[in-house]
């Protein structure tokens, strides 16, 4: 099982971006898949999840396209604290969502995501 998450990039205050994670040897829409992030000396994150049986809302919009097997986290009204590495991760073991990170058994490898003017 890969995952793998990209489309970060230097985006200015305010702007929008959206993040995808795809993944081979399994199908997303089987499974709980969640967004975290992390910024250097800080705990990773929790930021938002979808699966079958609902999703966690927050601040960015979760959405998936099962047809291409990817999971978007569409982000708007981006400030500077949201500036870190995004990681998308896939829980195994349950169809919930759940926001502690250990609870999921599959990460992609991050994409950064500055903001910055």
């Known amino acids: 099982v890969q995952l793998q998450a990209f489309g970060g990039g230097l985006v200015l205050p305010g702007g929008s971006l959206r993040l995808s994670c795809t993944a081979s040897g399994l199908s997303l829409a089987d499974y709980a898949v969640a967004w975290f992030r992390q910024v250097p000396g800080k705990r990773r994150e929790f930021v938002s999840c979808?699966?079958?049986?609902?999703s966690v809302k927050g601040r960015f919009t979760i959405s998936r396209d099962n047809a291409e097997n990817t999971v978007y986290l569409h982000m708007s009204s981006l400030k500077s604290e949201d500036t870190a590495v995004y990681y998308c991760?896939?829980?195994?073991?349950?169809?919930?969502?759940?926001?502690?990170?250990?609870?999921?058994?599959?990460w992609g490898q991050g994409t950064l995501v500055t903001v910055s003017s």
């Open positions: 991760a896939v829980r195994l073991k349950t169809v919930h969502c759940n926001s502690y990170s250990n609870e999921y058994e599959y």
């Open positions: 979808i699966s079958y049986v609902g």
